[in-house]
């Protein structure tokens, strides 16, 4: 049993920075692939980013590469999403996930946050 919570967000102009925080219980963290999907009211779940166990491999949306950089601390059982350079449309609930696979579809993973706000202003 993995639990997730979320913090970081908050409310920043378009081209600033944000910080997310993923922090996990649990002793098998670091065997967990986690990922950051994201949500706007009357949309699906989009999938943001992804990284591997060990931190060695991610996963970036195309709307996010290059923007966005996910990283893990397993020793401090935290994953981070760095968000630069930040858009409006990037303004939604942003949820981090834990599961066995890489994938980019929300159902493949099993344990996630209650989320945290992002709201990004023009």
């Known amino acids: 049993q993995v639990q997730l919570v979320e913090s970081g967000g908050g409310l920043v102009q378009a081209g600033g920075s944000l910080r997310l925080s993923c922090a996990a219980s649990?002793?098998?963290?670091?065997?967990?692939?986690v990922g950051w999907f994201r949500q706007t009211p009357g949309k699906e779940r989009e999938f943001v980013a992804a990284?591997?166990?060990?931190?060695?491999?991610?996963e970036y949306a195309d709307s996010v590469r290059g923007r966005f950089t996910i990283s893990r601390d397993n020793a401090k059982n935290t994953v981070y999403l760095q968000m630069n350079s930040l858009k409006p449309e990037d303004t939604a609930d942003y949820h981090c996930?834990?599961?066995?696979?890489?994938?980019?579809?929300?159902?493949?993973?099993?344990?996630w946050g209650q989320g945290t706000q992002v709201t990004v202003s023009s």
């Open positions: 649990g002793h098998t963290f670091s065997r967990y692939v």
């Open positions: 990284i591997s166990w060990s931190g060695g491999y991610t």
């Open positions: 996930t834990a599961g066995d696979k890489m994938r980019r579809r929300d159902y493949d993973y099993a344990y």
